[in-house]
T-cell receptor, first 107, second 121 residues
């Protein structure tokens, strides 16, 4: 099983600031089968990024993904009020697994 | 509108059984693999099971293998999860999710709102 470790656990930032979230895999993620999801309280997760760097339909371009192998990053260039949420990375190349999540909270 | 709607979650005693359903609409259901994902209260996401577009391939997390069975009825645009020998640690909100591919090699691009399964005596 591929274990995904996200850091930091919590990120305290102000609207307009840049957010950088990290996801590290215990072994290489094949073909960049790495996705990022956003989850707000009381809501289902929403796909943001797949294939490590491709934005899902309707996702604003302030969200970007990068990385390969075992190290991946989600960047939110300028935080909007609606971006404060929990973010999960996921590998789906083999038996899917999720990271434990990073909470982006208002500072 | 593309939509997934789960149902079937009720309080169940340890050792009991339950069948969850997920009704799909707004897309060609039998083109895509489907998943069940769960989230214990206040916790993160845990993948549970996958079924390919035609039902020919199924996969399970080790935590549910031998107890849960995933199935689908493409004529009814529906996905199911039969849950047996339930344990307290199975208590969670259960989501169904659509895969971007037919064989389960894609990200999960559509999610339902979930159905809550409390396992308690």
């Amino acid at each position: 099983e591929i274990v995904l470790t996200q850091s930091p656990g919590t990120l305290s930032l102000s609207p307009g600031e840049r957010a950088t979230l990290s996801c590290r895999a215990s072994q290489s993620v094949s073909s960049s089968y790495l996705a990022w999801y956003q989850q707000k309280p009381g809501q289902a997760p929403r796909l943001l990024i797949y294939g490590a760097s491709s934005r899902a339909t309707g996702i604003p371009d302030r969200f970007s993904g990068s990385g390969s192998g075992t190290d991946f990053t989600l960047t939110i260039s300028r935080l909007e009020p609606e971006d404060f949420a929990v973010y999960y990375c996921q590998q789906y190349g083999s038996s899917p697994t999720f990271g434990q999540g990073t909470k982006v909270e208002i500072k | 509108e593309v939509q997934l709607v789960e149902s079937g979650g009720v309080v169940v005693q340890p050792g009991g059984s339950l069948r969850l359903s997920c009704a799909a609409s707004g897309f060609t259901f039998d083109d895509y693999a489907m998943h069940w994902v769960r989230q214990a209260p206040g916790k993160g996401l845990e993948w549970v099971s996958l079924i390919s577009w035609d039902g020919g391939s199924t996969y399970y997390a080790d935590s549910v293998k031998g107890r849960f069975t995933i199935s689908r009825d493409n004529s009814k645009n529906s996905l199911y999860l039969q849950m047996n020998s339930l344990r307290a640690e199975d208590t969670a909100l259960y989501y169904c999710a659509k895969d971007k591919s037919g064989y389960g090699t894609g990200a999960f691009d559509i999610w339902g709102q979930g159905t809550l399964v409390p396992v308690a005596s």
